[in-house]
């Protein structure tokens, strides 16, 4: 699970979400609930590292969330800290980076199906 480097890549998303979380605050606004929804999606994807196709869904998912995120913080506030500003971007590069680890893989096993 962890020996895979998109494992690594979905714990350092999950860490960093957690991070801006903790300094946002526990208001129950848009923007606290998509980078939420990230950060469990970013760790239910970490276990379903035997469905790849499944945890590419689910890391998708967690990316279209920060996206939300960028757009619900334009909207709601125009002063936003630094910090909620660069987590999420890294956290959203950090997904991404896990996204083409977990097709890389895919493609690996595919191409393995055929020579059976």
């Given at each position: 699970?962890?020996?895979r480097?998109?494992?690594?890549?979905?714990?350092?998303?999950?860490v960093?979400?957690v991070?801006?979380?903790?300094y946002?605050?526990?208001?129950?606004q848009?923007?606290?609930?998509?980078l939420?929804v990230?950060?469990?999606?970013?760790?239910?994807?970490i276990?379903l590292?035997k469905?790849?196709?499944?945890?590419?869904?689910?890391?998708m998912?967690a990316?279209i969330?920060?996206?939300?995120?960028?757009?619900?913080?334009?909207?709601?506030?125009?002063?936003l800290?630094v910090?909620?500003?660069i987590?999420?971007?890294?956290?959203?590069?950090?997904?991404?980076?896990?996204?083409?680890?977990v097709?890389?893989?895919?493609?690996?096993?595919?191409?393995?199906?055929?020579?059976?």
């Amino acid at each position: 699970m962890i020996q895979r480097i998109q494992s690594v890549y979905l714990l350092i998303a999950l860490v960093l979400d957690v991070l801006c979380l903790y300094y946002m605050g526990t208001s129950l606004q848009l923007p606290f609930i998509t980078l939420s929804v990230s950060a469990l999606c970013a760790l239910i994807a970490i276990f379903l590292f035997k469905k790849r196709k499944l945890q590419m869904k689910v890391i998708m998912l967690a990316a279209i969330m920060i996206v939300v995120f960028y757009g619900c913080s334009l909207l709601i506030s125009t002063h936003l800290p630094v910090l909620n500003i660069i987590v999420p971007f890294m956290v959203l590069i950090t997904l991404l980076l896990a996204y083409k680890g977990v097709k890389k893989d895919e493609k690996l096993i595919r191409s393995l199906d055929r020579l059976r």
